[in-house]
């Protein structure tokens, strides 16, 4: 994968995706913030580049790229991250570390580290994923054990480091956090529940679901035909229809009927107020409401996270991360500039705005 090149002292170059190449600015010249500048509070991307000799730094920026800096480096020798997150205060980039653990790199540098139980471990469980609390000071995540792909759901924090069970079903996801003792959880069975370290499962909605997603004050979530190809993964819904439920659960209401004939996840909202969704085993996101249709970029855009203005929001695409401007981006024919490389190079990026924006 091609290194990033020097652009300037302070500029981070923006290409066209009909024209990409590689581009960027040298850790030099942008590891020291002008003016004590700190990072922005209403948006940040993380990624990390591989150096010549093979370590992994990773980087923090504001959402437009700006006020890059370097937060620390992974050695060659070391286990690779895996499933780059940022916590959800935006405090930190948290990655998934040998299957076994969760590793957390502050935005000071520092670093947490939360690890499964020695027990767990040795049953054969590895962690798939994992989600932070409002605080970023606990984290929760889905555990698979390997032989029968049994799937648990164990919590954390940073005073207690080690993670302990926190559910006893065999079949169940984190989705993630409603507050900062409340943890979402769904099932292939369509079971939509809460739980708190302690306390059992709390179902939220008699009605059967899956993929819920936090947004706006709601849980949404889909109903349909709800299943999972059977090896730990989650679950995907078919014949969906979107429905949503306050934070207190309940029967909820309806908000759009999809029924598109496709397997797929629910991973946010457009502003325009159609669905972010991906379809079964296609890394593809798309855009759902009477019809599916994909963001016009040159590229595949793997993952959209929409800026807390809403005009503006980040695609993720393998080694690229690309800027959208969403008004043109809705256009019938948009413009080359709706969607500008931001970064090319780069390895687990991902991008933050804060909780209810």
């Not at 590891?31 to 923090?60: C, H, M, V």
């Amino acid at each position: 994968m091609a290194l990033l090149v020097a652009v300037g002292a302070s500029a981070i170059v923006l290409t066209s995706l009909g024209s990409v190449s590689t581009v960027g600015v040298a850790p030099a010249d942008i590891a020291r913030p002008q003016g004590g500048q700190t990072l922005s509070a209403t948006g940040r991307i993380a990624y990390f580049k591989q150096e010549q000799n093979g370590d992994l730094t990773l980087w923090a920026a504001n959402f437009d790229g700006t006020r890059a800096r370097p937060l620390a480096t992974l050695p060659q020798s070391g286990p690779r991250p895996f499933s780059s997150r940022w916590t959800a205060d935006g405090g930190a980039i948290a990655f998934i570390n040998s299957g076994i653990g969760v590793s957390a790199i502050r935005v000071d540098g520092t670093r947490l580290d939360t690890v499964l139980p020695a027990d767990v471990r040795s049953a054969g469980f590895r962690i798939t994923d994992h989600r932070w609390s409002p605080s970023g000071r606990r984290v929760a995540v889905t555990a698979v054990r390997s032989n029968d792909n049994r799937s648990e759901v164990f919590i954390a924090s940073a005073t207690a480091p080690t993670f302990a069970r926190a559910t006893d079903l065999g079949d169940a996801f984190v989705a993630d956090w409603l507050d900062e003792e409340q943890v979402l959880v769904e099932s292939s069975r369509g079971l939509l529940g809460t739980v708190r370290s302690g306390f059992p499962l709390k179902r939220l909605t008699e009605r059967a679901g899956a993929s819920p997603v936090v947004s706006e004050g709601r849980i949404f979530f889909l109903t349909g035909k709800i299943g999972g190809p059977g090896d730990g993964a989650l679950p995907y819904v078919g014949e969906t229809v979107v429905w949503s439920v306050g934070p207190e659960g309940g029967e909820g209401r309806l908000e759009m009927r999809l029924s598109l004939g496709s397997e797929m996840r629910l991973d946010g909202r457009w502003p325009d107020g159609r669905y972010l969704v991906h379809l079964a085993r296609d890394r593809t996101q798309w855009l759902a409401s009477t019809r599916l249709v994909t963001l016009a970029s040159a590229i595949p855009l793997q993952r959209v996270i929409v800026g807390a203005d809403r005009k503006s929001a980040i695609g993720l695409a393998g080694a690229r991360i690309v800027r959208i401007d969403v008004a043109r981006a809705n256009l019938a024919s948009p413009p080359p500039e709706a969607f500008v490389v931001l970064l090319d190079g780069v390895i687990g990026a991902d991008a933050w705005v804060p909780r209810g924006s």
